[in-house]
């Protein structure tokens, strides 16, 4: 079974530019939540979406929004780059979403540096 | 919010003992859950343990929750090199994570 895929890995951006990740969840998992991992924040939750809605959000401005296809792929999208926005941005997948019940399944992460 | 607080941040050890490491919670809980990860990668899930459960095992991994003290704590026996990692604990329906505890086991 595959696991997580996010896309890209690795990305450089530069100040007011925008930037699309992709997270591919596992198969058959319909909830997808991103999070912020810096080194000052720790891990921050962003937004959570099930079943192309978007459940859960975290405190982040309206520059970072995502949205969920029907196939429960999802993608993440920050406008307006800020030096502060370099991270490693991690999405995970459940089957039935974040908490209650299992565990959350990550991906590798999408490293983004903003210059 | 809820928000999961490791605590000590860092820990070296040396391969075979044993390291611990805790972590406390604010609010109520449905369960708790400890990650790993491994520099700059993806988090794994360890252990999951319930608000009723006291203790829980998997491995070389003893995990206790103490809900009164609205804490938990992971114990990692006999630690290998592999061992070597950030572990974080994650509480509420975001799984709110904390900063995690950095475990260098040294050969």
């Known amino acids: 079974k595959a696991g997580v895929t996010q896309t890209p890995r690795y990305l450089i951006k530069t100040r007011g530019q925008q930037v699309t990740l992709s997270c591919s969840p596992i198969?058959?998992?319909?909830?997808v939540s991103w999070y912020q991992q810096t080194p000052g924040q720790g891990l921050q939750f962003l937004f959570e979406y099930f079943s192309e809605t978007q459940r859960n959000k975290g405190n982040f401005p309206g520059r970072f929004s995502g949205r969920q296809f029907s196939n429960s792929r999802s993608e993440m999208n920050v406008s307006t780059l800020e030096l502060g926005d370099s991270a490693l941005y991690l999405c995970a997948s459940s089957r039935t979403g974040t908490g209650n019940t299992g565990e959350l399944f990550f991906g590798e992460g999408s490293r983004l540096t903003v210059l | 919010s809820q928000q999961g607080e490791e605590d000590p941040q860092a820990l070296s050890i040396q391969e075979g003992e044993n390291a611990t490491m805790n972590c406390s919670y604010k609010?109520?809980?449905?369960?708790l859950q400890w990650y790993r990860q491994n520099s700059g990668r993806g988090l794994v899930h360890l252990i999951l343990i319930r608000s009723n459960e006291r203790e829980k095992h998997s491995g070389r991994l003893r995990v206790t929750l103490d809900t009164s003290k609205k804490s938990s704590s992971l114990l990692i026996t006999a630690s290998r090199a592999a061992d070597t990692a950030s572990y974080f604990c994650a509480t509420g329906n975001r799984l709110a994570f904390g900063k995690g505890n950095q475990v260098v086991v040294i050969p």
């Open positions: 198969s058959g998992h319909r909830s």
């Open positions: 609010t109520s809980i449905n369960n």
